[in-house]
């Protein structure tokens, strides 16, 4: 990217509120450069002069840019090779209501080693309440740990709660994890999370549709939730309250077209209710790793079922455990009083009895039979 | 039922394990008293004869029917008001492996108070591991006495763990309660049962397909467990592990074509494994009693949506919502700042912040507005 490239894309990214339809498409038919020339000369056009009419003379790119390499960052745009595009697709499926912020963005700030394009291939969002609980953050780290273990990314919002848990397991099993914050990559957010974001950049990518400066707002974390949910090949719901964010992240997966997961709790906890609705509304249950790999992972790698505890008489007929079920531990009984007890008649019991005791599981001694573990 | 017609039928209980279709068949085209003799003759056509074979000289009716009048109960066939036929219709809809079972019962020995066609018209059969966590029995507890507040009876199998709970509980709400034994009404199973079994005699219905004396056999469960999901219009897995009864009766309910629900749990406890395998075969989750109700009530009766929690932020414009963001607690800001900060123009910012200086959620001075809470 040229310098004035990115002085253009800078002051595109600040001179609305993303995301802005009407801009993206000047872009796309003039390019950054004279788009951003148009815009700053009133001359874009009627909706997009009225839209970025309240910032248009804000000039700050440079600094932008200067706080941006300072920190080693870079800006994205659908012109690098790293731009996940087919992770931005699926926009046009999603609920009215959520229909005007339904658009990929165009402009990433992003801090961190990691690829984004490489991540979005292979990730999954773990998302959550801030006000979890113990159970809820062992279960975000447990989900987040498993995930890196097979390679795929966690991504969340670099909130307290859930999302730390997430991030900081990801980071301990030296996974890579993403941010996407509602504010400037510059503005940590909460500020107790500072050293956190620091990791992640360090390690994986924080990332923000937003210029530095910027402060998270209501709005921009419900805008921000669309790029978590349209990063991750699936949407992970650890534990949401009746009222979470987390379920918004998920109404975005759902309208991308990606599974939406949860992770059930006890019915007795208020920070898994949000799940449990979820769940009562076609989410996929998820208790480990492995199964949220089903859904991020490529066609046919599947979970392994739950591993049964098996027992001998497992193997058993129906008949050989009618026989089984009416022999004592101790005495014995005849094979007449096996058909008695068994309700079988009698010269169906001697087959079976013969085939249990060539299993060890009884035993005869004088014509009488008894389970050999009497 | 005259005693001639309660010999034969105490007679053709015991000469046959349950359930014989052979010798329903039988019954129902010669009629108990007939059928009864005939067997005992060893004229009861080769199959039946043969089944019958190894019980049909064991004449123990009289002594049951003491055993039943001391017990104070009663037998209960098809010719009986009380006889919930519809609950015993879906039987040819299961899976081949249960199809050996999947037959209606000849007879019922019970004893209690309520009648069976009414229990059977509105129940939910509550099931689970007897080796249950406080978890689990609370939820269990909690689940049943939600139900009988509901006029919904409790349908279980009277043993250790979540079904004890069940059953205690509905006692406890001076509800309605079903136990269904895999052995003689006379044999309380398991022994330290024997006064909530008492109990529940007394209050409810104590139900058994098999004559006095029949001690519980492993088979036994299993084919008692049809009648437990037969008897509700909906199963409730409570809690369950890996390996555990509540999935057969699961499986019956959903052979029967009733409703499957699972109660969900820590992913961290074992004893909720079979509820979230269920729930990933796709049983429906339930949290509530009133959810339960929806799957065995009248059409119509829907649980209430889960109360969430409501801001008067919420019924703001998505315009309100932006500019309310833009304003700081402190201070103030002009319009001018307020456009900049949310990115609207300057003529779209005006009228927000009147409507939301009037429904009180902003203040104005001297041109500068800030959030009232500040």
Same mark, same amino acid.
């Given at each position: 990217?040229?310098?004035?490239?990115?002085?253009?894309?800078?002051?595109?990214?600040?001179?609305?509120?993303?995301?802005?339809?009407?801009?993206?498409?000047?872009?796309?038919?003039?390019?950054?450069?004279?788009?951003?020339?148009?815009?700053?000369?009133?001359?874009?056009?009627?909706?997009?002069?009225?839209?970025?009419?309240?910032?248009?003379?804000?000039?700050?790119?440079?600094?932008?840019?200067?706080?941006?390499?300072?920190?080693? @960052?870079?800006?994205?745009?659908?012109?690098?090779?790293?731009?996940?595009?087919?992770?931005?697709?699926?926009?046009? @499926?999603?609920?009215?209501?959520?229909?005007?912020?339904?658009?990929?963005?165009?402009?990433?700030?992003?801090?961190?080693?990691?690829?984004?394009?490489?991540?979005?291939?292979?990730?999954?969002?773990?998302?959550?309440?801030?006000?979890?609980?113990?159970? @809820?953050?062992?279960?975000?780290?447990?989900?987040?740990?498993?995930?890196?273990?097979?390679?795929?990314?966690?991504?969340?919002?670099?909130?307290? @709660?859930?999302?730390?848990?997430?991030?900081?397991?990801?980071?301990?099993?030296?996974?890579?994890?993403?941010?996407?914050?509602?504010?400037?990559?510059?503005?940590?957010?909460?500020?107790?999370?500072?050293?956190?974001?620091?990791?992640?950049?360090?390690?994986?990518?924080?990332?923000?549709?937003?210029?530095?400066?910027?402060?998270?707002?209501?709005?921009?974390?419900?805008?921000?939730?669309?790029?978590?949910?349209?990063?991750?090949?699936?949407?992970?719901?650890?534990?949401?309250?009746?009222?979470?964010?987390?379920?918004?992240?998920?109404?975005?997966?759902?309208?991308?077209?990606?599974?939406?997961?949860?992770?059930?709790?006890?019915?007795?906890?208020?920070?898994?209710?949000?799940?449990?609705?979820?769940?009562?509304?076609?989410?996929?249950?998820?208790?480990?790793?492995?199964?949220?790999?089903?859904?991020?992972?490529?066609?046919?790698?599947?979970?392994?079922?739950?591993?049964?505890?098996?027992?001998?008489?497992?193997?058993?007929?129906?008949?050989?455990?009618?026989?089984?079920?009416?022999?004592?531990?101790?005495?014995?009984?005849?094979?007449?009083?096996?058909?008695?007890?068994?309700?079988?008649?009698?010269?169906?019991?001697?087959?079976?009895?013969?085939?249990?005791?060539?299993?060890?599981?009884?035993?005869?001694?004088?014509?009488?039979?008894?389970?050999?573990?009497?």
């Amino acid at each position: 990217m040229t310098d004035d490239v990115a002085l253009a894309w800078a002051y595109l990214s600040r001179v609305v509120e993303p995301p802005c339809p009407a801009l993206a498409g000047l872009v796309s038919r003039v390019g950054a450069v004279e788009a951003a020339e148009r815009v700053r000369r009133g001359e874009a056009g009627e909706q997009v002069n009225s839209i970025a009419e309240a910032r248009r003379e804000i000039d700050s790119t440079a600094a932008d840019l200067e706080i941006l390499q300072r920190l080693g @960052g870079r800006l994205l745009t659908a012109d690098d090779d790293e731009w996940p595009l087919l992770a931005f697709t699926g926009f046009g @499926g999603v609920p009215d209501r959520m229909r005007s912020q339904a658009h990929a963005p165009m402009v990433l700030w992003a801090i961190g080693p990691a690829l984004l394009d490489e991540v979005a291939y292979r990730a999954a969002a773990l998302v959550g309440t801030r006000a979890s609980t113990a159970y @809820g953050e062992f279960a975000a780290a447990d989900l987040a740990s498993g995930l890196v273990e097979r390679e795929v990314a966690v991504v969340s919002g670099g909130a307290y @709660g859930i999302d730390g848990a997430a991030h900081r397991a990801a980071l301990a099993a030296e996974g890579t994890t993403v941010a996407v914050l509602a504010g400037g990559i510059d503005v940590p957010y909460p500020a107790g999370h500072t050293a956190l974001l620091r990791r992640i950049a360090e390690h994986g990518l924080v990332l923000s549709e937003y210029p530095p400066g910027t402060r998270p707002a209501r709005h921009r974390f419900l805008t921000r939730n669309r790029l978590v949910a349209a990063l991750a090949g699936a949407t992970v719901v650890v534990e949401a309250g009746a009222r979470s964010g987390a379920a918004n992240t998920a109404a975005w997966a759902r309208g991308l077209g990606r599974p939406v997961c949860a992770v059930p709790g006890p019915v007795t906890s208020a920070a898994s209710v949000g799940c449990h609705v979820l769940l009562r509304e076609g989410a996929r249950i998820v208790t480990r790793a492995d199964e949220v790999v089903e859904y991020v992972g490529r066609i046919g790698e599947l979970a392994l079922d739950e591993q049964r505890p098996t027992s001998p008489l497992d193997e058993l007929s129906d008949t050989e455990k009618r026989v089984y079920d009416a022999l004592p531990r101790r005495g014995g009984r005849t094979a007449d009083e096996v058909a008695v007890a068994s309700g079988l008649p009698a010269r169906q019991v001697l087959g079976p009895l013969a085939n249990l005791e060539l299993q060890g599981l009884v035993v005869s001694r004088d014509g009488r039979w008894k389970l050999s573990c009497g």
